[in-house]
């Protein structure tokens, strides 16, 4: 019998290589797994497989896969490509835990109230609701899958410290507006526990978050300080929101805490990142000792 968990005996798939799946794939492979990427672009090296669900490019997946990660959003008609074009091959493959990346915006605004797993998923925003049916997809797909369900992904290269030096940032005050987030290597981190958990452990829906649902504008004030670099001028959401995009305005749409106590009571994951505070300071020696 192999052991539990991401070991050398582990063949994983990451389908969708980019801000978490590489990472993902980068911490399995120090675990001694073989492990293979998916990218739209033709990438050099063996691990790569050219996947381009747009242009109908779908690779051939490795036989005796034991782990999978799933990282695509819904495409722009709200249906999940990976589901739809890979599914099938994935259920003849020797699967011990598949992972699905899904986002917080599952449940909605809570009008600033917490939500936890067992709160109604009730999604205003269009993205949101193609992302619930496709959640809902595979969940009932009797694969052994788990989704995680994420808040704004930060890390290493996705702090606001060169929006700041660039002079590009903005200051937004919104009353009692919250925002969750999560430090990349803690999503990691999780799915990595998760992976190593016995099946009937395994919760088929878990919140990701860290312990500190705050403001952007507290998190903009750390990275200045962090960055010895002044602040943009404070500016009301009410007059700032008529330049914003569809998209930036749909970030603000939304005021939730989103709850990380199935994670942290019940399954025990210590975060390494508990709050931005931690987790931007690891970034920016990060982003400092990259070369360049
Ligand atoms: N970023 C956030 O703050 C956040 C918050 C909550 C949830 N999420 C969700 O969590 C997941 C991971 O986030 P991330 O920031 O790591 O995402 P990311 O860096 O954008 O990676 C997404 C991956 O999906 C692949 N992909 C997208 N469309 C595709 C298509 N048509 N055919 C084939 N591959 C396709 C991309 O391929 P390429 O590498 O070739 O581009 C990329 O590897 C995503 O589903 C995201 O929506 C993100």
Request: charged fraction near 20%.
């Amino acid at each position: 019998m192999t052991a539990r968990g991401v070991n050398p005996s582990s063949r994983v798939l990451v389908l969708g290589g980019g801000y978490t799946g590489q990472r993902f794939a980068d911490a399995a492979r120090a675990r001694g797994a073989q492990v293979w990427l998916t990218s739209r672009s033709i990438k050099e090296g063996s691990q790569w497989l050219h996947f381009n669900a747009g242009e109908g490019a779908v690779p051939q997946l490795p036989e005796g896969l034991s782990h999978v990660l799933i990282t695509l959003p819904p495409n722009k008609n709200g249906e999940d490509d990976a589901y739809n074009l890979l599914g099938e091959s994935l259920r003849h493959q020797p699967l011990q835990w598949v992972g699905y990346l899904s986002t917080t915006g599952v449940y909605g605004d809570t009008q600033g109230r917490w939500a936890d797993e067992q709160s109604p998923t009730e999604p205003g925003l269009r993205r949101s609701q193609s992302r619930l049916q496709c959640e809902q997809r595979w969940l009932a797909s009797a694969l052994p899958l788990q989704s995680f369900r994420l808040p704004a992904i930060y890390g290493p290269g996705r702090c606001p410290f060169q929006q700041l030096q660039q002079g590009q940032a903005r200051l937004i005050h919104k009353p009692k507006q919250v925002f969750c987030r999560i430090h990349v290597d803690d999503i990691v981190g999780v799915l990595l526990h998760c992976c190593g958990l016995p099946p009937e452990a395994r919760p088929a829906v878990l919140n990701v978050s860290d312990d500190l649902p705050c403001p952007s504008s507290e998190t903009l004030g750390y990275a200045a300080h962090l960055l010895g670099c002044k602040l943009p001028a404070v500016r009301n959401f009410r007059d700032a929101q008529a330049e914003m995009s569809a998209m930036a305005l749909s970030f603000w749409a939304d005021n939730r805490r989103v709850s990380n106590a199935r994670l942290c009571q019940d399954l025990g994951y210590q975060l390494r990142y508990p709050s931005y505070r931690e987790g931007f300071a690891a970034s920016w020696e990060e982003e400092q000792n990259r070369p360049k």
